[in-house]
């Protein structure tokens, strides 16, 4: 039985490129669980999420003539997200308040002791990523929870991978900072 090769997301941007829409779909399959965790980390909201997420895969039709042969498309997705994300706030919605609803951050409860542990790890760290200015959290969502790589990021972001590692590196100190000071509080 003969192996199928997959078409790679550039193939198929380049075909939603030229007209065909329906191959949009399949990067929609690919993408939108992953668009969906950046914007919900980045937004601290879930529900927020997923109508940036749908707008994401909006613009990336409405925008596909901005898709450069070439390119790798997953910067390029991320970029539109990025946009999408700074639009919302720009526009003045819902800023950002300081305030998280630790509820909507977590999938599931269970009762169980190290359950409950497990969520106070959690909620511990989503305050204190909370705490972290928009460049820090953006970095650290992409870098560790998105798992781009430092190349991939810098590409997104216009700027050397030196660069990236640096500020990486003080958005985890601050991130530390920030959980062990809220440790204490307790």
Not at 33 to 56: C, G, H, S, W, Y
Not at 105 to 120: G, L, N, V
Not at 179 to 186: N, P, V
Request: charged share 35%; hydrophobic share 40%.
């Amino acid at each position: 039985m003969k192996s199928e090769v997959l078409p790679t997301d550039e193939q198929i941007m380049e075909a939603v490129k030229n007209g065909d829409l329906q191959q949009a779909a399949v990067l929609f399959d690919r993408y939108h669980k992953r668009i969906f965790n950046f914007l919900a980390r980045m937004a601290m909201d879930r529900d927020m999420a997923e109508d940036l997420t749908q707008n994401v895969f909006l613009r990336m039709i409405k925008y596909r003539g901005s898709y450069r042969e070439g390119n790798k498309f997953m910067p390029w997705i991320y970029q539109l997200a990025r946009n999408i994300f700074s639009d919302h706030y720009q526009a003045g919605k819902n800023k950002y308040t300081g305030f998280l609803d630790v509820e909507k951050m977590s999938d599931t409860r269970a009762d169980s002791e190290e359950s409950k542990w497990q969520d106070d790890r959690e909620e511990l760290l989503q305050r204190s990523m909370a705490r972290l200015d928009e460049e820090q959290r953006e970095l650290l969502v992409l870098t560790r929870f998105q798992h781009l790589k430092y190349e991939e990021v810098a590409a997104m972001l216009d700027t050397t991978v030196a660069n990236i590692k640096v500020k990486v590196h003080r958005a985890i100190s601050k991130l530390r900072e920030h959980y062990f000071e809220l440790e204490k509080l307790g």
